[in-house]
């Protein structure tokens, strides 16, 4: 069974750095697609990037130019890099991957808190 683990979250001042990892155990191949989702306090769960087998990559407006997503195929990991981080980046970040005709699989999400 594939399984998705998350790693590098924490506590970081605004205008801080973290870099997001997801690895991918029990599993022969890359997902076509491997994503970041993210849930704040009270707010629904949403999609934060996601990129294809071949590095193709969409990314949502409001962290356009401050976050970057990037994987490694070899070590079925992807990773979510965040620059100039908000309060309001604040929330737990979910790792996602999906191989088409496959059920989704979603890591356990780590905590990302943006506080001075």
């Known amino acids: 069974q594939v399984q998705l683990v998350e790693s590098g979250g924490g506590l970081v001042q605004p205008g801080g750095s973290l870099r997001l990892s997801c690895e991918a155990s029990?599993?022969?191949?890359?997902?076509?697609?491997m994503a970041w989702y993210r849930q704040a306090p009270g707010k629904e769960r949403e999609l934060v990037a996601k990129?294809?087998?071949?590095?193709?990559?969409n990314v949502i407006a409001t962290i356009k130019g401050r976050f970057a997503i990037s994987r490694d195929n070899a070590k079925n990991t992807v990773y979510l890099q965040m620059n100039s981080l908000k309060p309001e980046d604040t929330a737990v970040y979910y790792c996602?991957?999906?191989?088409?005709?496959?059920?989704?699989?979603w890591g356990q999400g780590t905590l990302v808190t943006v506080s001075s």
């Open positions: 029990g599993s022969s191949g890359s997902f076509n697609v």
């Open positions: 990129i294809g087998t071949g590095g193709s990559t």
């Open positions: 996602y991957g999906l191989n088409f005709g496959s059920p989704e699989v």
